[in-house]
Antibody, heavy 113, light 112 residues
């Protein structure tokens, strides 16, 4: 059974760095990539970036200067780090398998000024 | 970036009725490999998005045949027949042909 689960702080101060973890089960990170998508409250979906099965990454150019995605295949975990947070980074952050077949439950992150 | 435009923004439907949602992309979604990576998702209240349709017209595992997708190039449609209460929520189209992948703004389906 494929599962993804996001974890991390729910409240972050502005200008600080957000660190989130996506823990997957039911598949190997060496066989499938993982995508991060976020959704501001009451708004639509924004693709943030992907870590491919070979470990390469692609980022949304709008976030590229602040964003990094890494992984630990032995722990089946993918990590998102985004620095210089602002209040408009407040959103639900989702991880999803690379064809969007399976999604995590999401984690609501609030950036406080 | 590819802009995805969905219409309508919201619509109301009677149970048992049929609806169509339109999605238009600012560029052709035909990939160099010949595939068209246009997907449809539903997001029910307080839930994560769920994949309904991928590559224009392929239903994801476990998705009812009441859902059908069609279209090509830049114009796509999702049809839902015999609407049930569990179909209510926000529908998104999304393209996976170009990076960054992008999504429409959503169509909210409500009961009439």
């Amino acid at each position: 059974q494929v599962q993804l689960k996001e974890s991390g702080p729910v409240l972050v101060q502005a200008s600080e760095t957000l660190s989130l973890t996506c823990t997957v089960s039911g598949f190997s990170l060496t066989n499938y990539g993982v995508i991060w998508v976020r959704q501001p409250p009451g708004k639509g979906l924004e693709w943030m970036g992907i870590i491919w099965r070979n470990g390469n990454t692609d980022y949304n150019s709008a976030l590229k200067s602040r964003l990094s995605i890494n992984r630990d295949t032995s722990k089946s975990q993918v990590f998102l780090k985004m620095n210089s947070l602002q209040t408009d980074d407040t959103a639900i952050y989702y991880c999803t398998s690379d064809r969007y077949h399976y999604w995590g439950q999401g984690v609501m992150v609030t950036v406080s000024s | 970036d590819v802009v995805m435009t969905q219409t309508p923004v919201s619509m109301s439907v009677s149970l048992g009725g049929q609806v169509s949602i339109s999605c238009r992309s600012s560029q052709s979604l035909v990939h160099n490999n010949g595939n068209t990576y246009l997907s449809w998702y539903i997001q029910k209240p307080s839930q994560s998005p769920q994949l309904l349709i991928y590559k224009v017209s392929n239903r994801f595992s476990g998705i009812s045949d009441r859902f059908s997708g069609s279209g090509s190039g830049t114009d796509f449609t999702l049809k839902i027949s015999r609407v049930e209460p569990d179909d209510l929520g926000v529908y998104y189209c999304g393209q996976g042909t170009q990076y960054p992948n992008t999504f429409g703004a959503g169509t909210k389906l409500e009961l009439k």
